[in-house]
């Protein structure tokens, strides 16, 4: 089974409207971390936001939130107000353990559009 | 903050040869750094783990004698390809974890294009 799931290839959305990415994720490890990434096209990997299983709060971070619904193994990130610049490949990944020195598993990501 | 970089960053090569991609942790010690592959329009997919000082451990299914890695310091660690062939065509990326860092930090080098003909 796949342990992140992205289910949405595409997602296109108006300039200054919200987006919402759609992640679930499978674990038996009770300790974990769930990020976001923002590749464009240059292909750099941009850390977005991060969750740790433990976190009570959902995660912010400027115009990035991600709605952390643990009983139902879900991780979205919501983009606020988008942008042109925001166009780009978003993946979902989930690290198991709390060490930053543990592996990263990717979800196949979903290619955002923002239109003017 | 901290900053990983690679080298090179694009590389064409001819089939048969071997190339080496180096990962280099420019401003903080990694114990451990991470291989990723990324095909066209996909996912990362990761390698193998490279630990300072010891083997890396790789991923089932990739070939450790074809994809060779060296972690000889607390700051690099090197991706060899050895006799590449067009198939070995891919985006390759490295990450690196902080020692002591924040759980969740974990830095990405920018990238290696190669191209195998």
């Known amino acids: 089974a796949q342990k992140i799931t992205q289910t949405q290839p595409g997602m296109f959305v108006q300039e200054k409207e919200a987006v919402t990415l759609d992640c679930t994720y499978d674990?038996?490890?009770?300790?974990?971390?769930l990020f976001w990434y923002k590749q464009p096209s240059s292909g750099e990997m941009i850390f977005l936001i991060y969750?740790?299983?433990?976190?009570?709060q959902n995660a912010t971070e400027g115009r990035y939130s991600l709605n952390f619904q643990k009983a139902r193994k879900s991780a979205n990130l919501v983009i606020s107000a988008s942008q042109l610049g925001d166009s780009a490949m978003y993946f979902c990944?989930?690290?198991?353990?709390?060490?930053?020195?543990?592996?990263?598993?990717f979800g196949k990501g979903t290619l955002l559009t923002v239109n003017p | 903050g901290a900053v990983v970089s690679q080298h090179p960053s694009r590389v064409i090569c001819k089939s048969g040869t071997s190339v080496k991609i180096e990962c280099r942790s420019l401003?903080?010690?990694?114990?451990?750094m991470f291989w990723y592959r990324q095909f066209p329009k996909q996912s990362l997919m990761l390698m193998a783990t490279?630990?300072?000082?010891?083997?890396?451990?790789?991923e089932q299914g990739v070939e450790k004698d074809k994809f060779l890695i060296n972690h000889a310091s607390l700051t690099l660690s090197t991706l060899t390809v050895t006799s590449a062939h067009p198939e070995d065509s891919s985006f390759y990326i490295c990450?690196?974890?902080?020692?002591?860092?924040?759980?969740?930090?974990?830095?990405f080098g920018p990238g290696t294009r190669l191209t195998v003909t």
């Open positions: 990944a989930m690290r198991e353990g709390v060490s930053s020195n543990y592996k990263l598993t």
């Open positions: 674990t038996s490890d009770p300790s974990y971390g």
């Open positions: 490279s630990n300072e000082g010891s083997k890396a451990t790789y």
């Open positions: 401003d903080f010690q990694a114990t451990t």
């Open positions: 990450s690196a974890g902080l020692i002591g860092g924040s759980p969740y930090e974990q830095y």
């Open positions: 969750q740790g299983s433990y976190d009570q």
